[in-house]
């Protein structure tokens, strides 16, 4: 593992990112916040990225990503993507509270690299269909339109925070309207039902609970599958 070297001077994008979003670094507000640097952190996770360099790497690649994907957004998909973003900084911030040492360490380069992965993995196009692999934070959806004419989904999550849910759901559906299905029988589950619709350059996942009670059957408990994708792949869809 890396040890912790002093690099005072060095600025840190993601921290800096960070403190636009949240101004934790002065109680001047944003504008002093966009100036700061490495010098004023004082988290042990901010510490730890400010004086590892491999983490420096990570976090400095991060935001140019995170940067360059938001440019390629419309203004709704940006900020889904701006509330992704804290998310993932709650995330990596409440997992490090726990950690020290090369601990530490470790983990944020687990998870710096993922989140980096997440990035580039990303493909904006702003020709959406419904059909597609989608991301975020906590996992991703696979929309297949087969040659059958059968449409299905398949979805993926997990909390990225202490509790530790996971979900896993599967489902055929039929299309609403040129943007938008409906997918009933969760997981062989007849209560539960997700709505899923394309909105700009994001996908938008909506769990139907009107005929059900409690967590869904398909997540662990607390977890969900609802929220906002962001387009990975386009896949072949025979019905265009």
Known sequence: M?????????????????????????????ADAQGADCRRASSPVETAICS??????????IARRYAAVMAELDAQGAQAL??????????????????????????LTERLSDRLAFFDSLRIDPLVTLVGRWRN???????????TGVLTIEAQTANQNRSGWTCEASASGEWIEEYEARFDDISGDAAWGLNVKAEGTTLVVEEDLSNSAGSPPYCGSGGSIAGTYFQAERLPDPSR
């Open 2 to 30: 890396p040890s912790f070297r002093s690099k005072a001077a060095q600025a840190s994008p993601l921290l800096v990112a960070a403190a636009l979003m949240f101004p934790i670094w002065s109680a001047a507000g944003p």
């Open 52 to 61: 590892t360099p491999a983490l420096a790497r990570l976090d400095a690649q």
């Open 82 to 107: 701006r509330r992704d973003q804290r998310a993932f900084l709650a995330a990596r911030d409440e997992a490090g509270a726990t950690r020290t040492g090369s601990a530490l360490v470790q983990n």
């Open 137 to 147: 934070l906590n996992g991703e959806v696979v929309i297949n339109q087969w040659a």
